[in-house]
Nanobody
Framework: QVQLVESGGGLVQPGGSLRLSCAAS????????MGWYCQAPGKQRELVAAITSGGSTNYADSVKGRFTISRDNAKNTVYLQMNSLKPEDTAVYYC?????????WGKGTLVTVSS
């Protein structure tokens, strides 16, 4: 079992920045891809960004050029640097990790972009 704990969410003004962190613990050997998903009220959960164990990345079109995903395999942690935040980025952000074909999820951290 893999446990994921997110941190770094909060309230930020439009144009501001936040950095989310997700620390993995438990049975962490051979964790594959990790990623961040978001879920806004009344909407489905959707991919924001993902990164493989080798460092290849993938981003939703809506965040390209504004968000950066990174990973520290030694610390079993994945990060999401969010810049130029917009009100439409407001959502609960969930960390995801894949291991042996199984998906693991954190409990989420709320990001609110508002003036």
């Amino acid at each position: 079992q893999v446990q994921l704990v997110e941190s770094g969410g909060g309230l930020v003004q439009p144009g501001g920045s936040l950095r989310l962190s997700c620390a993995a613990s438990g049975s962490i050997l051979r964790i594959g891809a990790m990623g961040w998903y978001c879920q806004a009220p009344g909407k489905q959960r959707e991919l924001v960004a993902a990164i493989t164990s080798g460092g290849s990345t993938n981003y939703a079109d809506s965040v390209k050029g504004r968000f950066t995903i990174s990973r520290d395999n030694a610390k079993n942690t994945v990060y999401l640097q969010m810049n130029s935040l917009k009100p439409e980025d407001t959502a609960v952000y969930y960390c995801n990790a894949m291991q042996y074909g199984m998906d693991y999820w954190g409990k989420g951290t709320l990001v609110t972009v508002s003036s």
